[in-house]
């Protein structure tokens, strides 16, 4: 099925852990981006990309990279876990029209 | 900068009720707004949409109406079923080559049969 795929579902990191938050889709879409969802505070942008090659940063960025190799994937790394990160994240993309979004990451730093 | 803000606290309500969820908006230019759905333990599901003012977007019996006087874009349903049960996030997107969507905090909404 066509959308957008994001891995893993759940995670839990320790204080200090890297890690990549895998999300890939099968649309042609130029634009993709990462969230943040926190209780009460809505989804705020982590960083987001216009095309291959083209990253940019969102309202919340501080502890996140991304890149943007091909028009399929936008892996969100996590250079340095803090507890401050421990989130649901959701993956989103863009071609013309509405955003499709992925069934999200729950991700627990402990 | 773009902004969206929603009502205040959970909506808690009975089956058959009427439902309203306010949303106003600030932004610059003509953005287009959005309400998405997200049921418990999965992602957000468009819900509607309106691209320019007076627009009307509807589905599942929800309606939601761009008025640019009031920068306002509240979503109503007449008649809400226990299936309803879910948050809903008023969004805007900027017109602007970055198309960033910017989001309302939510509101849980619970129907009790």
């Known amino acids: 099925n066509a959308g957008v795929t994001q891995t893993p579902k759940f995670q839990v990191l320790k204080t200090g852990q890297s890690m990549t938050l895998q999300c890939a889709q099968d649309?042609?879409?130029?634009?993709m981006s990462w969230y943040r969802q926190d209780p009460g505070m809505g989804l705020r942008l982590i960083h987001y990309?216009?095309?291959?090659?083209?990253?940019d940063q969102g309202e919340v960025p501080n502890g996140y990279n991304v890149s943007r190799s091909t028009t399929e994937d936008f892996p969100l790394r996590l250079l340095s876990a803090a507890p401050s990160q421990t989130s649901v994240y959701f993956c989103?993309?863009?071609?013309?029209?509405?955003?499709?979004f992925g069934s999200g990451t729950r991700l627990t730093v402990v | 900068g773009n902004s969206v803000t929603q009502m205040e606290g959970p909506v808690t309500l009975s089956e058959e009720a009427f439902l309203t969820i306010n949303c106003t908006y600030t932004?610059?230019?003509?953005?287009?707004l959005f309400w998405y759905v997200q049921y418990p333990g999965e992602g957000l599901q468009l819900l509607l949409k309106?691209?320019?003012?007076?627009d009307k977007g509807s589905n599942k019996g929800f309606e939601a109406t761009y008025r640019k006087e009031t920068t306002s874009f509240h979503l109503e349903k007449g008649s809400v079923q226990v299936s309803d049960s879910a948050v809903y996030f008023c969004?805007?997107?900027?017109?602007?080559?970055?198309?960033?969507?910017?989001f309302g905090k939510g509101n849980q909404v619970v129907v009790i049969p």
């Open positions: 309106a691209t320019k003012a007076d």
């Open positions: 989103a993309s863009r071609k013309t029209g509405s955003y499709t």
């Open positions: 932004a610059t230019g003509y953005p287009s």
């Open positions: 969004a805007l997107s900027d017109e602007t080559g970055n198309n960033r969507l910017a």
């Open positions: 649309m042609n879409h130029e634009y």
């Open positions: 990309s216009v095309g291959a090659g083209i990253t």
